[in-house]
Nanobody, 122 residues
Framework: QVQLAESGGGLVQAGGNLKLSCVASGHTSVYPMGWFRQAPGKDREYVAAITTSGDTKFYADSVKGRFTISREYGKNIAYLQMNSLQPEDTALYYC????????????????WGQGTQVTVSS
């Protein structure tokens, strides 16, 4: 059974940093991974994605320059380093795996975690 598990969320003041982790289990192959987030009353939005090799990374404009996605080579383990957090970054952050199609679209991703809450106070 495929499972993705996120961790590392929490409460942080504006300007602070957090690092999220995502560990996938139950797979036999390595695939691209990504992060999405969903704030209360809003749609789930794309944050970042990384290729299987980890050589290429993609970011939403809203987090470019502040967030860094990474992964462990050869494993379905991904991280999201979030720096200079702002209140508008407050959301439930989801890890996703194995996209087919346009990776910025929620519907493209096959596997999802349960999410980890990130709250940024002003």
């Amino acid at each position: 059974q495929v499972q993705l598990a996120e961790s590392g969320g929490g409460l942080v003041q504006a300007g602070g940093n957090l690092k999220l982790s995502c560990v996938a289990s139950g797979h036999t192959s390595v695939y691209p991974m990504g992060w999405f987030r969903q704030a209360p009353g809003k749609d789930r939005e794309y944050v970042a994605a990384i290729t299987t090799s980890g050589d290429t990374k993609f970011y939403a404009d809203s987090v470019k320059g502040r967030f860094t996605i990474s992964r462990e080579y050869g494993k379905n383990i991904a991280y999201l380093q979030m720096n200079s957090l702002q209140p508008e970054d407050t959301a439930l952050y989801y890890c996703a795996g194995d996209p087919e199609g346009t990776f910025t679209h929620r519907s493209a991703w096959t596997y999802w975690g349960q999410g980890t809450q990130v709250t940024v106070s002003s």
